[in-house]
Structure formats: structure tokens, C-alpha cells
């Protein structure tokens, strides 16, 4: 779905239109398949067309303005819609989610549903009951009999998020927020005793909202919880914890994970009895764990933040999209050895294909502008077809039960022969360069082994150690040698190294050496730094006559500066020494130097006036008086 278009399109191995389909003329805002992939809707902003999904042969046509969203039951049998809440004429309450009947079109019921996160009823897999939380109260509907209204319902207070397991025999997970003090909770209920007590609760702290996956079979169930603030400042986007329970009631822990940082994603396996968790600060580590949270397999530490089982569970997926490379990495779960890695940069949406052997990954608006388009990726690594798209918004597979597809035989199947769009895409892509960049070194750094602190975890570096945000951890310099210190700092003495890495100047905690001064020289105290800029106002003369009087200036103000520093403030005060000047010369010597120099002057002047450049009058009247120089020249002389 892209903004001016609809379409459907073949899988493998054509990759053609859909022969029969005739797209519509305007912005569709939405579609959907039903889970068993038998039908097909959309929505535009007058209709919602409802098709034969094999075929494309149009079903219904409900005549419905301003749908936004819409969705099927699991069987097929409903379609639910939901638009924008107005304010009626009358004062009534807008019932903006509504159930039709997806064989005749005949609405069913109505509600009204404010928020559009989770405004969909959850129905069980047979259809026989449906369920919708309304301010914290559980309404159960019987769906063959939505006209009789709620059948059950049970009151939850302070309840925010309600689940229905997946199998025969449903489960309620509902959720509890932390409140005033009061600890967050979840509990489960069995759909047929809802009234009853609770089969399975665990109340605990930080947690104000959650996220809840049940396994395939319905029996457990995994809760994410987050905190809206993280009270260490360790992470901007709170503190996370997960928790797995058993819809029976005989097991509930919480999920323990050895790496400090935030869980980035979690998924079951289709065989309901394992389950990944990607979690911890960049390069995030992957765990495999059974259904009793015992370690199955550890994945390292890379950069991801996604994990997908395909439909048949033989295949993992692993992948860092959205801040991170989009570096997609395969394993075989039977092995547990790479597959193949897949290069998919600025990837927003990635789903296996129903018959586990592609991958689709599509870059869609409005997370991304620019490069629209779907890619089509086999399970060994090469890209199988390319369809780009201008500003695509929605991009999904047709749904085909598990049951109906080829299974995985002993070895992963071989990859097809690509179309002719990957070829066409391969020649107008921009070149890749051969050889990466890398990161920026200062001509210094530059041959030399990358210091440990600035490495990633996974290539080899030191683990990260999160700050509260008050002080910055120490930079350790372990391959530093004495030819690479910093700037200033003297060569060891004798191999001390001081808290910061660097080497220290017998014992002296890594001062830097004054130039100048001998080695074991200490610093001015505080009194001595007070009496500087007075020094600096004495002339030269009372500089010799404290000399000249043999009084030590700390014995007078009572202070522990040493003399090495007092010689060091009379160097600097003093005028420098003009290179070649001796103090020794007599008077007739320095005026003969002075006359050398005048008439070395006047002979560049010359060569001035012989290569026919222009002289001022002064230049004229120095040249006049050479004669007179030379002649008082000769007098010294003599």
C-alpha cells in the first residue's frame, strides 16, 4: 500500500501482479488478511471493500466513511473497523468501533473506543467468546450472540492491559501498574472461571506498563514491564524486567539475564516450548531459554535489537534495524551455527514468509522518505527479487497455515534463481566502497593499536561501565608506551602508573616536570602563589640587593617554597639575553660592532640603487655618510 496505489502481487517465483485484482483509484488508508489468508479488505475514505483473497474476487462493499483501521477475526468470520471519535449533534456517545458480519455485511454491535492502541475485541480461536477491557472491567461477549450483549465480566481495579491466550483452552492475562506504592501485579484467569480466583499472580515493583506474548499453545505467557523514568539515569527510556508464568499456576520466576541495559525484544518459539530474548547495552546479547528459563544457547554480544523464529521454528533471526546497521544475521536451530548474514540497511518492517524460506524487508513512510521499496531475501543469504515504491506505507504476506506449506526436510532447501529486478537494481545501486572508512585517528594515532577503551565489546574492548551521569569512568591506557604519552608528561621513572593510566614521577602522583627544574621539585603553596604578582612589580635592583643580603624571601613570609622555585620566577623576570651579546665586550667593541653593521646597511642599499629601485631620502642621506663612517671606523681601529 503506498499513497496513490494498491496492489497484490505474486510470491516466488514470478513476482507478478495479481491477474484480477483492479486496484483503487484513490488513497487506500488500510488493509488486512485474515489469519487463515482466505479473505482480503481495505479501506478507503467512503468504502471498505472486502475480497476472495485467492482470485481476488470482490465479496463486499460496505459503504463506510472515515475508516482508519480494520481487522478480521481469526476465523474470517467478523471484520471490526474503528474511526476517529467525534462529538455528536445530540450529545450521544460516538460508537466508533463497529462489527459487521464479513459474509453479508450486516452490522452486529457497535462500541466506543477512544484509544486506537488495542481498540480491537480479542476473540478465541474457535470465535466462541470475545473479550474488551473498559475501565478496568473485563467484558466477556459471546460473538454468535453479540446482539444479547456481555455474558461475563469481571472487575480488575487499576487494570490496564488485558491478553487472551491463543489454544482450547483460554487464559486472561491481565495487568496491574504500579501505583501510589502499590506494586504492579499480573494475574492470570481461565476464561470459563472468570469469577474465580486467579490461577497464577505475581505482584512486583517497577513496572508501569508491560508487554504480553503468550506461547503458541496458550499454557505460559511472558511479561515485559518498563518504568516510565529510569531512577539510576543508567537509560533514557526506563528500566525493564521480564517475568514468565504458567496458566496453571505451578511455575512463575522471574527472567534473569547476566548483561546490565534495557531488553530490546523477546519472542516464543512456534513449538511454545523456548523462547529469545535480546537484551543489554549495545552490543546487545542474545539468550536462548527453555520454558523453564533454564540457558539453552548464547548467541554472543552483537548489535541487534530483533529476534524472529520462522513459521516452522528451524530458523532464527536476528537483526539490528532502526539506529543500528541493519545487519541481518541467520541461524539454523538445529545447529545453532550462522546461516548466512544478510546487509538490509534502513530496514523498518521484516517478516518471515508463511512457508519459512524468504525474508521481506521493506522501507516504508513515514519512518523513511526515500528508498521506499520491499526486498525479498532467501533464507541462505541472496536477494530474490526488488519492487521499490514511492512513499509505501503498508506492506504484509497473505497468511497460509503452517499445515499447508512444504516442511524443511533434513537440509535447508537451496536458493532459486533470482528475478530480473535484482539484476536492474544491482546496476543503477550506487557502488559500495571496497574498503570501510573507519573512524577518524589524529595523525599521532595514526599505526598505532586502538586503545581498548575505544573498542566495541564485541571486537575485543572493555566492558561498558555505566555512569549516573555524575562522574566519567577511567580512561586505562594498557598498550600506551613511554614514547606515545601525553603531551607534557615526562617518561617513567620508575614503571608507576597512577589511577588515570598514565605513569607517575617518583611517587609524585603523575605531576608534569617543570622545565628546568630538578625532578623532586615541588609546587608552590598557597602563599607563594599569593606573593607572585608583587615579585613581578620589583626591579631588577631589588632583585640583587635581596641576592646580594643572603636573606632567603621564605624565611621572611614564613612559607615552605623552595629555592628551586625562586630561581625559576628570577629567570623569567629577567630580560633575555640578546643572542651573540657579550657582557664582557668594552665599550670601544661594541661601538666598532655598531659601525659594522651601519655600513652593511648602506651596501644593501647600494644593490638597491644598482638594480634600479627607488630610494627614499633618508635611505640617500645614510648612504652620503658612509665616508664618515669609515673614516671614525678607522679611528677605532687604530
Known sequence: RAQKS??????????????????PDVPARAFHYSADGRLFAYALPTVVRIYQAEGAQLLQELLLPNIIDLRFSPRGTYLSTWERPVKLEDGAQHKNHRIFSASTGEELVAFSQKSQ????????????????LVSGEIQVFRPAEWSKGISDKLKVEGATSVALSPGLNP????????????????KIYGLLTLSGAPTCSKSFFKAHRCQIKWNTLGTQVLVLTQTEVDNTNKSYYGETGMYLLSAAGNFDCRVTLDKEGPIHDFEWSPNSKEFGVVYGYMPAKTMLFDQR??????????????????????????????NLAGKVDVFDRRTLRKV????????????????????????????LRVDNGVKIWHCTGPLLHVQPGEELYQVAWRPTPVDSTPPFGQHIPNAPAPSPSVLHHAAIAKPTPTKPAGAYRPPGARGLATPSIFKREDEGGAARVPTNGTSTPPRVYNNRSPHHLPPGAAPPANGQVNGNGYHSHNGHGGRRQVPGAPPNAGSPGPDGEKKGPARKRKGKKDIAAEEGSGVDSRQVSGTNTPVVQQDLVVETLLSPVTPGLDSSLDPAAKKARNLNKKLKAIEELKEKAKRGERLEATQLRKIEGEAEIRAELAALES
Open 117 to 132: 492502541d488495542g481498540w480491537d475485541v480479542q476473540y478465541t480461536i474457535s470465535e466462541s467468546h470475545a473479550i474488551r
Open 340 to 367: 548466512c548474514t544478510i546487509d538490509a540497511p534502513n530496514t523498518s518492517y521484516c517478516e518471515w514468509a508463511p512457508d519459512g524460506r524468504t525474508i521481506l524487508t521493506a522501507t516504508l513512510s513515514p519512518r
Open 6 to 23: 494498491l496492489g497484490l502481487v505474486n510470491g516466488t517465483p514470478d513476482y507478478d501482479l495479481l491477474p484480477g485484482f483492479v486496484g
Open 293 to 322: 528459563v533454564r540457558t539453552l544457547h548464547d548467541f554472543g554480544a552483537f548489535p541487534h535489537n530483533t529476534i524472529s523464529f520462522n513459521p516452522q521454528g528451524r530458523l532464527v533471526l536476528l537483526a539490528g534495524f532502526g
Open 171 to 186: 487464559s486472561v492475562a491481565v495487568f496491574v501498574a504500579e501505583k501510589k506504592g502499590a506494586p504492579a501485579s499480573i
